[in-house]
């Protein structure tokens, strides 16, 4: 016996109802006449799983697309530069359907529009998400010019028949169907090898072409854009627009010239460095939220804010060490953090397997994490040049607008003080190269200037932890904060207190602080802080602490007089003079510094010689006081050869040498009496000889000058 509802299916309204519901991924039993997989069943029945509905039939509907917008479509067809290989491109796209792949960021979106909308004055084009799946799908019967698909999560679960089975409907209906992929190695031709269509590679276009396209469309006066131009400098090409600079990066490059460039509805002027300064801005508050719920990408955006342009391996590296500080939290959380970071390398690695033509699984491509993290970051790498070795770890990576990382500093010190403490332990353990010293010290410098000073309380922990390099971190952001006006007061108090300091750490902190290329701005202010140091030898316990501190001193004063000018070295020399009347330290380490300083240049001392009675006085006092220091001796001595030597070459006679040796000869210093004995017992062709021989006579016949004491 028949019911009610199954009279009223008959065999078509079944085949209708039916082919509706297979829309959907569930199983559907229709069975009108009996019941299913108990019994015996008479009358109509049908069982159906995933069954795929044919063109045209109510499940050949949109499901999850729509229309691309017409103006957003107008805007990329106006400012598109066709990528290599567009040509070539159009012409495979006419199989219908069609592959392009390439790396996310770099317009595969903007491309894959142009080619659909190419040839149509006014193009209509429908998006269909990725996650839909296409071997339930359809086009439109008409009113459509092209279909695109980013992103399918595995196209190789699709089959050739898949795609063949849409060609006739894309065919009657004038359309087109792209899909977008991510490019990875080996995916094209295993995808070309596994679907049998066509198989496009997007290369992204010239960054300048970009660049140039965008500003022609946001500031389409000819003149403006001319001066503009002119007003950005001759080399702005190679700092906005770098090489591998992303087409969405010359856009906004684009566009910001233009807003500044109008800003206030006036015509202004724009340099490259204003433009490159707002460009940062922008950008670093979005990466900085874009790293927020991902640990691995903020640490590698922090790390690259403070060591981009170093190799892979560094920033690399320091990004891992900051995750193991606790970036991610601490305990469970940062067990179930790493569990989650695997989990995301695992997807970020998995590609969609290549299937042969028989269906057997081939291996399947594997995309590089790193590239990814970059393009996130707004970063790119490049190969060093002359390492030879090929190896990824001796890359370079930094942002392509070195200028973000600072711009990151700033928003960490304005949006997120609760890393502060974490980044001055993390900035403490910096690797022992000079370089990665100097990008942390410079990156503690910025927070502390970026936080009014406030974080100068924790920088003395940075000294006192057992890793070397800390003292010089420490000491780079003292000697910027020094100069900078919100944090000079108070880096200037933390020098005073720390140069007489138990702790030898922090007195050789400020040592470093002292340099000339560390910030410390004046040479009188350095050498009053040096002298505060070597004032505290030998009160405290250790005296192999003392020695660390006084070598550092000396090396410091080296520095600061190879790099001063004139008036400076002047300045040195006069304070090595009034060290040279005290016993003990001060008074040994002018002994052991002057003779390196001389050596650096002896023109430069000889003019000093020549200059006056004071400055003539001083260097024969300083010269005399190496020569009594017995461990100083051996370097003044072949300093005072060199300069003989140089003398000896030359018809004429050195005047500031004969008088400098003729004034330590007048002030009957022992020490040259020991120079003197030691010239005239060399060879005869030792430098100096003569001069050292009538020296050493005149002295001889000459009383001792009285005793004075």
């Known amino acids: 016996m028949k019911s009610e509802a199954s009279e009223a299916f008959q065999a078509g309204d079944i085949d209708a109802l ?192 970009v660049f140039a396209a965008h500003l022609a469309d946001v500031c389409p006066d000819d003149d403006v854009r001319a001066r503009l131009l002119r007003s950005l400098g001759s080399g702005f090409l190679d700092q906005l627009l770098p090489a591998e600079l992303p087409p969405r990066h010359a856009a906004q490059a684009a566009e910001t010239v233009a807003r500044l460039g109008a800003a206030d509805g006036a015509s202004h002027d724009v340099t490259c460095a204003e433009v490159l300064h707002a460009l940062a801005r922008a950008e670093a508050p979005e990466l900085m ?49 790493r569990e989650r970071e695997r989990e995301r390398e695992r997807e970020r690695e998995r590609e969609p397997a290549a299937l042969s033509l028989r269906g057997a699984p081939r291996q399947r491509p594997r995309s590089v994490t790193l590239p990814a993290t970059l393009r996130a970051l707004g970063a790119h790498r490049t190969p060093q040049a002359g390492t030879g070795t090929g190896a990824p770890d001796d890359d370079t990576v930094s942002f392509f607008w070195p200028a973000v990382g600072d711009a990151v500093w700033d928003v960490v010190c304005r949006e997120h003080t609760d890393l502060l403490p974490l980044l001055h332990v993390w900035l403490a353990g910096t690797g022992d190269e000079p370089d990665q010293i100097e990008r942390a010290g410079r990156a503690v410098a910025a927070l502390a200037v970026g936080t009014g000073g406030r974080t100068l309380d924790l920088l003395r922990h940075l000294p006192l932890t057992a890793w070397p390099p800390a003292v010089e971190v420490a000491a780079r952001c003292l000697g910027t904060a020094a100069r900078d006006p919100a944090t000079a007061a108070r880096a200037a108090e933390l020098l005073d207190e720390w140069s007489v300091a138990p702790e030898a750490a922090l007195r050789k902190a400020v040592a470093h602080a002292c340099r000339a290329d560390y910030g410390e701005s004046t040479v009188g202010r350095a050498l009053e802080l040096m002298f505060r140091i070597m004032a505290t030898l030998g009160h405290h316990q250790d005296d192999a602490d003392d020695v660390t ?89 072949d300093v005072l050869l060199d300069w003989c030597c140089g003398a000896d070459g030359t018809q004429q006679p050195d005047l500031a040498l004969t008088q400098l040796l003729a004034g330590l000869a007048e002030a009957r210093h022992p020490g040259f009496l020991r120079w003197l004995l030691a010239v005239d017992r060399g060879p005869d062709a030792m430098p100096g000889k003569e001069l050292a021989v009538r020296l050493l006579t005149a002295w001889r016949g000459k009383p001792p000058p009285p005793n004075t004491n």
């Open 289 to 337: 939220a874009r790293a927020q719920q991902d640990p691995a990408l903020l640490a590698h955006l922090l790390s690259l804010s403070v060591y981009g342009g170093l190799d892979h391996g560094v920033v690399a590296e320091r990004a891992a060490d900051l995750l193991g500080l606790g970036l991610a939290g601490s305990g469970r959380e940062r067990e179930r953090e």
């Open 549 to 637: 501190v006084a070598a550092t001193v000396a090396v410091v004063l080296l520095q600061r007089f190879a790099a001063g000018d004139a008036p400076a070295r002047g300045t040195i020399l006069g304070e090595l003079r009034d060290w040279a009347e005290f016993d003990g330290v001060p008074g040994l380490v002018a002994a052991l510094t002057f003779p390196d300083m001389a050596g650096t240049d002896l023109a430069w001392c000889g003019s000093q010689v020549l200059a006056g009675a004071e400055t003539a006085s001083r260097m024969v006092e300083l010269t005399g006081h190496a020569l009594n220091e017995s461990a100083a001796y051996p370097s003044m001595r």
């Open 18 to 209: 039916v082919a509706a519901l297979a829309a959907g991924r569930e199983t559907v039993v229709v069975a009108p006449n009996g019941t299913v997989n108990t019994g015996v069943v008479t009358g109509d029945q049908r069982q159906i799983v995933s069954t795929m509905a044919a063109a045209g039939s109510p499940a050949a509907g949109p499901m999850r697309q729509g229309p691309v917008r017409a103006k957003d479509l107008k805007a990329a067809r106006r400012r598109f530069v066709p990528p290599p290989g567009f040509e070539g491109a159009l012409a495979a796209l006419d199989a219908g359907v069609s592959v392009l792949v390439g790396a996310p960021g770099t317009g595969r979106e903007t491309h894959a529009l142009n080619l659909l909308a190419h040839g149509s004055e006014d193009p209509v084009l429908v998006q269909v998400d990725g996650a839909v799946d296409l071997t339930r799908w359809g086009p439109r019967p008409q009113g459509v010019h092209g279909y695109l698909v980013m992103e399918p999560p595995d196209p190789f679960e699709l089959r050739p028949w898949d795609l063949s089975r849409l060609e006739a409907p894309l065919a009657e209906a004038g359309a087109r169907l792209l899909i977008v992929l991510a490019d990875a190695p080996g995916l094209a031709t295993a995808l070309a090898d596994h679907l049998g269509t066509p198989v496009l590679r997007h290369q992204p276009p010239d960054p300048r072409k």
